[in-house]
């Protein structure tokens, strides 16, 4: 009970900020007009120009109002799978090329770097011969690969696919490993013991118990993909989420841009908390 009245708080307060931070928003974005002044005109094209809006909310600053705000999210999720030609699809084709290059880089990513953690978790020898080139090619920056990716694939999609494999690769790579040649010996005592297999072993000793570390590995490298995905994107355009965000920049369309922040912000949460709630329920009491 005391931990939900904690959430229930939370809940509330975050509420409250939210609601604070809308406020702000709306105060530094609009201001009420000045009171009408009687002319000689009632042309609405000169009281446009002239401030004399009667009292309504005019624009401020360039920076999209709330009101702007909520109609282009209704504009952009009232019709999000339209097709009108290679620059102008709808949000949710956008993202949905986006959710396509991560979650293959990445399976990608999860065949090469669970089993190879594994057999370096497991031989100490392998460990020591890997890990100053892992260490050298761990720091650079995904992006960097870009140049290379297009150099040699000629296409910018798979070029993508291959960021954010590279990305992703060395964190469960590195998780892996930790986590295997972390398993407790009395586990490894157990098995050895009981003369169970080396395959048996690996499945149903070593797997198990290094899960949760693993699952630690994935999660920070879907974080890291979600993150890179949209930037690369953003050099090669074409389709995605992040080509959405340059194009809508492009075409200063502020308002377009701040929604496409939002969304990738909240995409990026709910594929973090689905990793966190994989996480839990590998995650054993000691």
């Not at 005391?2 to 809940?11: C, E």
């Not at 360039?62 to 799978?81: A, D, E, N, R, V």
């Not at 102008?88 to 084709?93: A, L, V």
Request: glycine share 8%; net charge positive; proline share 5%.
């Amino acid at each position: 009970m005391k931990t939900l009245s904690i959430k229930v708080k939370g809940a509330i307060l975050s509420i409250a900020i939210l609601l604070m931070c809308l406020f702000i928003w709306h105060l530094a974005t609009t201001q009420k007009a000045a009171p009408s002044q009687a002319t000689s005109t009632n042309s609405s094209e000169y009281n446009s120009l002239m401030g004399q809006g009667g009292g309504e909310a005019v624009q401020k600053t360039g920076f999209p109002t709330l009101t702007q705000m909520g109609q282009t999210i209704y504009k952009q999720l009232s019709h999000p799978f339209y097709d009108n030609g290679p620059n102008d699809k709808g949000i949710g084709i956008q993202l949905a090329y986006s959710l396509a290059r991560v979650g293959l880089g990445f399976l990608l990513a999860m065949l090469v770097a669970i089993p190879f953690g594994f057999w370096i978790g497991m031989s100490p020898l392998a460990y020591e011969a890997f890990n100053p080139f892992i260490q050298i090619l761990k720091p650079i920056s995904p992006l960097a690969w870009m140049p290379i990716a297009l150099y040699t694939i000629k296409d910018s999609s798979i070029s993508g696919i291959f960021v954010i494999f590279i990305c992703s690769v060395w964190p469960m790579l590195l998780n892996t490993a930790f986590g295997v040649a972390n398993v407790r010996k009395e586990l490894l005592n157990v098995a050895k013991t009981l003369e169970v297999s080396p395959l048996r072993k690996a499945f149903l000793v070593i797997l198990p118990a290094a899960a949760p570390t693993i699952l630690t590995g994935m999660r920070i490298s879907m974080g890291i993909a979600w993150l890179v995905i949209v930037a690369a994107e953003m050099l090669v355009g074409g389709t995605g989420i992040g080509y959405f965000l340059w194009n809508e920049w492009n075409n200063l369309s502020l308002s377009s841009v701040i929604f496409a922040i939002l969304l990738i912000g909240i995409v990026g949460m709910l594929l973090d908390a689905a990793f966190g709630k994989l996480q839990k329920a590998v995650s054993y009491a000691d």
